[in-house]
């Protein structure tokens, strides 16, 4: 299954918040979100998800989602958004209760997520008894349970610790080497955008508008911490980012 | 640096934090009472507190226990407790549901949050002729006026906790395509239930009181009953029997509640 935005634009009020946008999610690939802060990425994913219509232009899905797909557009959200009244478990079978799928087979798909996220000895723990980095799993495992066709991740790891954030990494790339998903990936952080993206959106500042769409080959299993190819595309990013930074920063303070 | 200068002074860094987290201390609460009934019996026995004023603790434990012999304390007793339950249920759960409505439903909320506001601070007692005019003389105006005292704080503190949840959580519960019905109870009701739970505390209080002020007003057995013939005959000690009765069921209720948060609630932090 393939996504496509078609023209985007949206305002809230008096604030254009995007404008124009067109971008293509082709299946089996993750797509990476990049732009200053406010410039409507969190905004635009909530509308790939159908949280939220966007004012004009339409999403398309091309093709069915697979037919074992139980929830195709699947989040997996900053906070992580976990249940804290349900153990690990119970916020996995949340996603899974609604769709009649039987005891057995949830029971099935749990562990095996839990197994895939290295997550089987938590299965019990209340999310208050996890660090960050083990909520987020929580919050991955969740979103592989529904086998989604698209998995839409708003700074996943950004409230994570560097450390941390470099193991989910390399976590994301054996899932996706292992079974390839299609994701849209929102980040502040251009190394992980380098690193996860196959292709890197650019967008301005408010009124956000693409400026650019970076596409890297390299397959990302091959991808190393400190490449010297893959530096040198995210000191591109950075220049166009900067730009963007710099104006906004500017245009805040004269708010 | 020379060797001679004076050593810079060394002292530990002041501690300031600690506090602001309640902590369980079970031995506390009963000493405050212990300790004042043990006062008011010295004050008695020596007549620093005169017999006119106060009844001594000891005559008032005899006469409880006569009741208790007599069997005329469960004679009181259980009406009290059967119109306190059924009363408060029916308030509570009606309430929690309107309060979820509220809650949820922008109809709902402008239809009702300004109709609770008028109610609220009307003296439910002052409507018990009515009710008896509605629901007969019995325990129905009884069960009335107790649920529409306990409906209208547990609606408040309903729709406030119902606001209070998290709306990210509602937004996830979404996104995995749960139904309306769904995330009520699976996200919006646990949720909620802190401030439900403590809401209850209030409800369940209030319920007491126009429970005794119903049964003054109009019943042969009941501990409201009991407490107005002591009163009408200016028997002190058979008065303080009826009033610690009462204390005892306000404090058995906040412990049931206090057991059914840390049942519920252990999730939070
Ligand atoms: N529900 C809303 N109502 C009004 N304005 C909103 C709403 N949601 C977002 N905005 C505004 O839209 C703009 C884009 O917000 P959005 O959260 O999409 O930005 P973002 O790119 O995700 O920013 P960040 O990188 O800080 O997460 C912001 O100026 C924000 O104030
Ligand atoms: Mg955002």
């Known amino acids: ?255 | 640096m020379s060797e001679t200068a004076l050593a810079p002074t060394r002292s530990s860094v002041a501690f300031r934090g600690g506090g602001f987290a309640p902590i369980r201390i079970r031995w506390v609460g009963p000493l405050v009472f212990v300790v004042l009934i043990a006062l008011l019996e010295y004050g008695t026995r020596t007549g620093f507190i005169s017999n006119l004023t106060m009844p001594r603790p000891s005559d008032v434990l005899a006469t409880f226990v006569n009741l208790w012999k007599s069997g005329l304390l469960w004679q009181h007793l259980l009406p009290s407790l059967t119109r306190l339950a059924v009363g408060s249920a029916a308030g509570v759960t009606v309430g929690i549901c309107v309060g979820v409505l509220i809650g949820l439903l922008s109809y709902v909320r402008a239809a009702l949050v300004g109709l609770v506001a008028a109610i609220f601070p009307i003296p439910k007692i002052a409507l018990l002729p009515l009710f008896v005019i509605w629901f007969g003389i019995d325990e129905g105006s009884k069960y009335a006026l107790i649920a529409l005292g306990t409906f209208t704080p547990t609606v408040v503190a309903t729709y406030g906790a119902v606001d209070n949840v998290d709306r990210t959580l509602i937004r996830m519960g979404q996104s995995f395509g749960l139904s309306w019905f769904s995330i009520v109870k699976k996200i919006v009701l646990p949720g909620a239930m802190p401030g439900i739970l403590s809401g209850m505390r209030i409800s369940l209080a209030i319920g007491i009181i126009l429970l005794v002020a119903a049964e003054m007003l109009g019943a042969e057995f009941g501990i409201g009953a009991y407490i107005l013939e002591a009163g009408s005959l200016y028997d002190l000690e058979r008065l303080f029997v009826g009033v610690s009765v009462l204390s005892v069921l306000g404090v058995s209720v906040s412990a049931l509640l206090g057991l059914a948060e840390r049942r519920l609630l252990g999730w939070r932090t």
């Not at chain 1, 008894?129 to 919050?139: I, N, P």
């Open chain 1, 1 to 255: 299954m393939e996504l496509q935005l078609d023209n985007i634009s949206h305002r809230y009020g008096d604030v254009e918040v995007m404008r124009d946008i067109s971008i293509n999610i082709p299946a089996g690939k993750i797509v990476c979100l990049v732009g200053p802060s406010g410039c409507g990425k969190s905004t635009l994913l909530r509308f790939i998800g159908g949280l939220e219509r966007p004012q004009s232009g339409q999403i398309i899905q091309v093709g069915e989602p697979p037919a074992d797909c139980i929830n195709p557009l699947t989040f997996v959200f900053q906070d992580f958004a976990l249940l804290p009244w349900r153990t690990v478990e119970g916020n996995i079978s949340l996603a899974l209760e609604e769709h009649g799928l039987g005891g057995h087979r949830m029971d099935e798909i749990i562990t095996g997520v839990l197994d895939r996220t290295k997550l089987t000895d938590f299965r019990n723990a209340l999310p208050k008894q996890l660090s960050g980095g083990m909520k987020q799993r929580v919050g991955i495992a969740r979103a592989l349970a529904v086998n989604p066709a698209v998995m839409l991740m708003d700074e996943p790891l950004s409230a994570l610790d560097s450390q941390t954030r470099e193991l989910l990494m390399d976590d994301l790339i054996t899932l996706w080497t292992r079974q390839p998903f299609t994701a849209v990936y929102v980040t502040h952080n251009l190394q992980e955008a380098v690193r996860l993206g196959h292709f890197i959106v650019v967008l301005s500042r408010r009124p956000g508008t693409i400026r650019e769409v970076v596409e890297i080959e390299r397959p990302l299993a091959e991808r190393e911490f400190g490449d010297a190819d893959l530096e040198i595309r995210q000191k591109h990013l950075w220049n166009l980012m900067r730009e963007e930074a710099m104006a906004s920063d500017m245009e805040l303070v004269s708010v």
